[in-house]
C-alpha cells in the first residue's frame, strides 16, 4: 500500500487541482493507496475543501492541526498515521508534480529506501530561494556525507519503517536521508519537475535556509556525537588530564631526584590547570551522558495537537490523538 503525505497551510485554491491530478496517477498504479492531508491550522477554507474531498472519497484521510506547528510536524504527523508500505510526501501547491511518483516508485524497486527527488529546473527567485539552497545542500553534503542535491525538495519516497524511525522536529524532514543514512539506509535522487506555485504565497523567505544550515550541525550532533557525549567530552579530558598528570611527574622528579625548586614555575600552575580541567571534562561527560538517557526517555510528548481526524477508522472526532 502506497501512502501519500501532504502537509497544507492555507492552500485553498491549490487543494482540488492538486486532489484531481494526484487521484488519476494514484488510480492508474493499480495498488491500493491512501492520501493523507495534513491541515496544519490553516485559517482560511482549506479545512472545508479537505472535508468534502474526504466525504465523497475514503481514500483521502485529513489530520487537522489545532494551530499552525510548521511543516515539519505536519509531515510527522502524517507518518504516524500511515499504514503504507512506502510514504510519498509532497507539497500542496502543486509545485511537486504527481505525475512524477510513479518514477519514484519504479526506482525504488531497484532496491532504495528514499528516493530523493532533484529540483532540476527550480522555479522559484534565484536570490531569496534558490541561491541560500544551493549553499545549503552543498554544506549539508559535505556535512553528512549524504550527496544529494535538493535536500529541500518535498517530493520524496520513503520505505515506511524508515519514514517512522525518528521524532521529527524543526525543520528536520529534509534531514530524514542524512539521518538514515546511520542505519544503511540506501538513499538515492532523481530529478522531478517543479513549477510555479500555483496560487497563494509560498510560507518561506531566506531565513529559513538559515535556520536550515544551523539544524544540519544539530543533525551532524544528533549523528554522531549525542548518543555518547561521554566520547566527546572524555576524549577532552582524558588528554587534558594526561598532559597535566605527566607535566607533574616531570616537575616531581626535578624535586625529588634532583632537588630543584619547582614552586614558581609557570609549569606548575599548567600541570595544575590541565589535570583539573581534564577532570571537570570527564564529569561534564557523564553527566551529559545522563541528560541525553532522560532526554530520550522523557521526550513522550508528541509535537502537535490534533483537533480532528477524517476517515480513519471511522473515528472522525478524536482530540487526544
Ligand atoms: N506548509 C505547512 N505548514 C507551514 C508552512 C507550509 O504545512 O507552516 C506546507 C505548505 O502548505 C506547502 C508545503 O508546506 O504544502 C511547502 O510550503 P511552501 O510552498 O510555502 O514552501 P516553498 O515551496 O516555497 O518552499
Ligand atoms: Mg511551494
Known sequence: MISVVIPAYNEEENIPVLYEKLKKV????????????????????????????????????????????????????GFEHAKGDVIITMDADLQNDPEDIPKLLEKMKEGYDIVSGWRK??????????LPSKIANWIISKVTGVELHDYGCTLK??????????????DMHRFLPALAKRFGAKITEIPVRHH?????????GIDRTIRVILDIFLVKF?????????????????????LGFLIGLYLTV??????????????????????????????????????????????????????EKINFNGVDKDGSN
Do not use: C, H, W
Not at 519516497?157 to 524543526?170: E, H, P, Q, S, T
Not at 571534562?281 to 502537535?304: F, H, M
Open 26 to 77: 494514484l488510480d492508474s498504479l493499480g495498488e491500493d493507496y491512501e492520501i493523507i492531508f495534513v491541515d496544519d491550522g490553516s485559517t482560511d477554507r482549506t479545512p472545508e475543501i479537505l472535508k468534502e474531498i474526504a466525504n465523497k472519497d475514503k481514500k483521502v484521510k485529513v489530520i487537522r492541526f489545532r494551530r499552525n506547528y510548521g511543516q515539519t510536524a505536519a509531515i510527522y504527523a
Open 121 to 130: 529546473d527550480r522555479k522559484d527567485p534565484f536570490l531569496s530561494r534558490k
Open 157 to 170: 519516497a520513503y520505505k515506511a519503517d524508515i519514514a517512522k524511525m525518528y521524532r521529527l522536529y524543526g
Open 222 to 242: 544528533l549523528n554522531e556525537y549525542i548518543t555518547r557525549p561521554l566520547y566527546v567530552f572524555g576524549g577532552i579530558g582524558f588528554i587534558l588530564f594526561t
Open 196 to 204: 510555479p506555485r500555483l496560487y497563494g504565497r509560498s510560507k518561506y
Open 254 to 307: 626535578l624535586k625529588l631526584f634532583f632537588g630543584e625548586n619547582i614552586g614558581n614555575r609557570p609549569l606548575l600552575i599548567l600541570g595544575v590547570l590541565l589535570i583539573l580541567s581534564g577532570i571537570q571534562l570527564i564529569s561534564t561527560g557523564i553527566i551529559a551522558e545522563l541528560i541525553v538517557r532522560t532526554y530520550y526517555e522523557s521526550r513522550g510528548e508528541k509535537p502537535y495537537i490534533i483537533e
